[in-house]
């Protein structure tokens, strides 16, 4: 990897869904070299149902993905996906996985050191709060919040 050379990270839907038509193979890592114009693929993390939505940590070696399904271990909920990131390889490991608490997570946000996760569920309208560890492994969630309410489209909202 150049000096001039970054990481780019692709969340993508692996299967179908009501909203979108998945045939993707998981997480996309590619390097882009600037100084060449060159984007190169470099691997890909498989084995994640629809990891639409990344999050990278703000100062460690560690990617989160949403795993926007609603049949996770055969429970009616989404997860929360924790890996750690080979920046010499280009290689993602997966860490380890946790449930949403709600279907099809969507959204992921890390506080500013690092410490803390936060996964928003699109369908249940619910978000939880989970602690991140020092090797990058998420915990059971430590808070979860149920939302009420509805919007233009019933069926989704």
């Known amino acids: 990897m150049t000096e001039q050379s970054i990481y780019l990270f692709i969340g993508t839907y692996t299967r179908r869904e009501d909203h979108v038509d998945g045939h993707a193979e998981g997480i996309y890592v590619y390097r882009f070299d600037e100084e060449e114009g060159v984007l190169e693929h470099v691997s890909t993390a498989g084995g994640i149902g629809n990891p639409s939505y990344l999050a990278l940590h703000p100062g460690k070696p560690f990617l989160y993905s949403v795993s926007e399904i609603d049949d996770y271990n055969g429970k009616e909920t989404g997860a929360v996906v924790s890996f750690s990131f080979d920046?010499?390889?280009g290689n993602l490991t997966k860490i380890n996985e946790v449930e949403s608490r709600g279907t099809m997570p969507c959204h992921l946000s890390l506080d500013d050191n690092g410490s803390l996760l936060f996964a928003a569920?699109?369908?249940s309208g619910s978000f939880a709060v989970y602690g991140v560890s020092g090797n990058g492994a998420l915990t059971e969630s430590l808070s979860w919040v149920q939302r009420e309410g509805g919007?233009?489209?019933?069926?989704r909202q």
């Open 87 to 89: 920046e010499s390889s």
């Open 151 to 155: 919007g233009v489209n019933p069926q």
């Open 121 to 123: 569920n699109y369908i």
